[in-house]
Every structure is written in structure tokens, then in C-alpha cells.
Nanobody, 123 residues
Framework: VQLQASGGGLVQAGGSLRLSCAAS????????MGWFRQAPGKKREFVAA????????GYADSVKGRFTISRDNARNTVYLQMNSLKSEDTAVYYC?????????????????WGQGTQVTVSS
């Protein structure tokens, strides 16, 4: 599967953004999906993940209650709604896909990656 992330940009602290990740291929509905982020000089870190049918999700503690992951299998798209953004949320955000059932949190669990979209939160 090929992934294309979009929706990043510059936003003030406290604001919101919605990231989208469009997937190619007819088997998107069988993929677990995830969002990760990487700030300059830091390791790529887990943000959120969702199961193939959207019924199970997982979040990093740092974004729980502020970010929401969802998916639309009819549109082959996964979303990350980000509210109450903080300066520490500034990073390149990546979507990832894995053709297994479940919810995964490690970058090593995902076999396909998008190109990343920059999110910058100004304080």
C-alpha cells in the first residue's frame, strides 16, 4: 500500500489541525494504521493507532484527550484530529500501515510509511 499524508501546517498554540492519510490499493480495510511523529534531533515516536475496522484505538499519553484517530474505509483514508495543540507537538507527522489485525505502537510493527507532513505549533 502507498500512503500520502497531508494537512500539516502552521498553527498557534491552542489551535487545531486535521491530518489525512490517503492510501492506494483495494485492501486498505484490512490494514491497521498508525500515526507517528519525529521532531528534530529526536526519535520517531508513536502518536495514535487504529485497528482495521476502527473499533480499537490507542494513543500516546502525551496526546490522549487532545488527538483523535479515525478512518473511513470507503475513502481509503485515516485521519488524525489534533486539538489544543502545544508547541511540543511540533514535528513531522507520518502515517503508517500494517497488514495485520490489531493495534500497534512500535514503528517496527509497520511495513508501509507515508512521506510525512510538517506540523508547526507557535507559542
Amino acid at each position: 500500500v502507498q500512503l500520502q499524508a497531508s494537512g500539516g501546517g502552521l498553527v498557534q498554540a491552542g489551535g487545531s489541525l486535521r491530518l489525512s492519510c490517503a492510501a492506494s490499493g483495494r485492501t486498505f480495510s484490512s490494514y491497521a494504521m498508525g500515526w507517528f511523529r519525529q521532531a528534530p534531533g529526536k526519535k520517531r515516536e508513536f502518536v495514535a493507532a487504529i485497528s482495521w475496522n476502527g473499533r480499537s484505538t490507542g494513543y500516546a499519553d502525551s496526546v490522549k484527550g487532545r488527538f483523535t484517530i479515525s478512518r473511513d474505509n470507503a475513502r481509503n483514508t485515516v485521519y488524525l484530529q489534533m486539538n489544543s495543540l502545544k508547541s511540543e507537538d511540533t514535528a513531522v507527522y507520518y502515517c503508517a500501515a500494517e497488514s495485520r489485525f490489531g493495534v500497534f505502537r512500535s514503528p517496527a510493527d509497520f511495513g508501509s510509511w507515508g512521506q510525512g507532513t510538517q506540523v508547526t505549533v507557535s507559542s
